[in-house]
């Protein structure tokens, strides 16, 4: 019952929703009455696709450009109205063809029956699950159905300043450096002024190399007795991970102003050289390349030497997948046309157009593509490729429930912050989950 309540509304909220979005509105009798060249929507999570995410704009022009009797008329809004505007949509019968959704409420939906199960689409386009490792495709499948296709290839970790480590003669972190040495790290740059990781804590999803430590500590050893309640998240081996992130934060591993300062901002300071470090992924590699150049390095964070479980993992997985509405198995000629677009999307000249913008695709072709502009970018291609090291099946906060994200994300921050005490960060995300 709970869950169903996450995608319930109230008439009054459907009633106001039907009234203003007149563009969802007329949709339904755009399909009823269209013949010949056909439309198709596509729901982004930005609001202005061609300037937040370029890549994704520009493969849909390349393939208008080589499909000209398929548009695609592309719907954004930031983030959180999108989703919620996804869930209201839903209720109304009035999906876009096409959708970004956030990880968490994509399963939500296909349970509830919105969504179309896209093996139809796997089958009738081998090649393209073929180019879409295993762990990125079963992380958009529950009980056989798949509900989604991973957008894009999800890359965090940190981001340094090789010019800051050179004035101040502090070791480069390389992928091996332990937390020991990170430690040391923040302390030298703290006594010199400069801010050791940057972070904002206003956009509390903001913690994503934080999240690989936590992926160090056997997260997904756990996770599944953790959410079927025989093992819970307060246990020995994230109380040590969440005692480190406290000891970070209390000796000054983050500015001050985090709880104040959002993730843009934090940004910002480190590009303008206050910060060592900060905690991003690859959407940040074309503004770095362009804001700090050569001097930009990526690391996927310290290794930890009190646990015996993996430390070699670096964080390439399913970002939030892409859905298609099941109204569009009810149209042949718009599922065809459906299809034929997420086959480009998923194929070759895609991938290209994606390793040109500084995006890792969804899939697993390679690229020629000169890096030697790109140093941002190339130094995720060259931690991807580095020996031995592994990824996940997830990002670990993609495999929770809204409610249980939301509260690993304030406890991660409580404890950098001191806020909370590690055991009481963790017992924290406990309580959520029993409510479920």
Same mark, same amino acid.
Request: charged share 25%; net charge neutral.
């Given at each position: ?59 849909? @022009?390349?393939?208008? #450009? ?81 509900? +989604? ?8 970790? !940190? ?6 480590? =050179?004035?101040?003669?502090?070791? #480069? ?35 994503? +190399? !934080? ?37 970070? +934060? ?14 843009? @901002? ?49 964080? =390439? ?30 194929? =070759?000249?895609?991938? #290209? ?32 490729? #580095? ?7 997830? @990002? ?10 939301? @509260? ?29």
């Amino acid at each position: 019952m709970k869950r169903n309540k996450r995608l319930a509304l109230d008439a009054a909220a459907i009633f106001v929703f039907a009234m203003v979005c007149f563009s969802g509105c007329t949709r339904k009798n755009d399909r009823a009455e269209k013949k010949g060249p056909v439309t198709i929507t596509l729901g982004m999570h930005v609001a202005n696709t061609k300037a937040q995410e370029p890549v994704t704009y520009a493969i849909v @022009q390349k393939f208008m #450009e080589e499909n000209p009797d398929i548009t695609i008329k592309i719907e954004g809004n930031d983030k959180d109205e999108h989703v919620k505007k996804m869930k209201m949509a839903a209720q109304i019968n009035d999906l876009p063809d096409i959708f970004w959704m956030d990880s968490s409420v994509a399963p939500e939906m296909s349970k509830a029956g919105y969504l179309l199960d896209l093996n139809e689409f796997l089958d009738e386009y081998p090649a393209v699950a073929a180019a879409i490792p295993a762990n990125m495709k079963n992380a958009c499948s529950k009980n056989g159905v798949q509900y +989604g296709l991973p957008y894009q290839s999800l890359v965090t970790g !940190f981001w340094y300043n090789k010019a800051l480590f =050179k004035k101040y003669g502090i070791p #480069e972190p390389v992928n091996g450096t332990t937390y020991d040495e990170l430690l040391s790290m923040v302390k030298k740059f703290r006594a010199n002024g400069i801010v050791p990781v940057e972070q904002g804590a206003k956009d509390p999803y903001s913690v994503w +190399g !934080f999240l690989i430590g936590i992926a160090r500590y056997g997260y997904f050893n756990r996770i599944d007795a953790i959410l079927a309640k025989t093992d819970s998240f307060t246990n020995p081996d994230f109380e040590k991970y969440f005692e480190k992130l406290y000891e970070l +934060g209390k000796n000054g591993a983050f500015p001050e102003n985090t709880a104040t300062m959002n993730y843009f @901002q934090a940004k910002q300071d480190f590009i303008i050289g206050k910060g060592a470090l900060f905690d991003s992924g690859m959407w940040d590699a074309g503004e770095l390349d362009k804001s700090i150049g050569d001097t930009i390095g990526f690391w996927w964070g310290p290794v930890f030497s009190d646990v015996s479980y993996p430390q070699k993992l670096k964080m =390439k997985v399913s970002s939030a997948p892409f859905c298609v509405s099941k109204n569009v198995s009810t149209d042949e000629t718009r599922k065809k046309a459906v299809f034929k677009f997420l086959a480009f999307y998923y194929g =070759k000249e895609a991938a #290209e157009i994606s390793y040109k913008g500084s995006i890792i695709p969804a899939t697993d072709y390679t690229t020629d593509v000169d890096l030697s502009d790109k140093p941002a970018f190339k130094a995720i291609v060259a931690a991807l490729n #580095e020996k031995d090291w592994v990824s996940p099946v997830a @990002q670990p906060d993609l495999v929770l429930s809204e409610s249980v994200q939301a @509260q690993l994300y304030d406890s991660l921050y409580g404890a950098m912050l001191n806020t909370y005490k590690p055991k009481d960060a963790l017992a924290k995300i406990d309580a959520v989950l029993s409510q479920q």
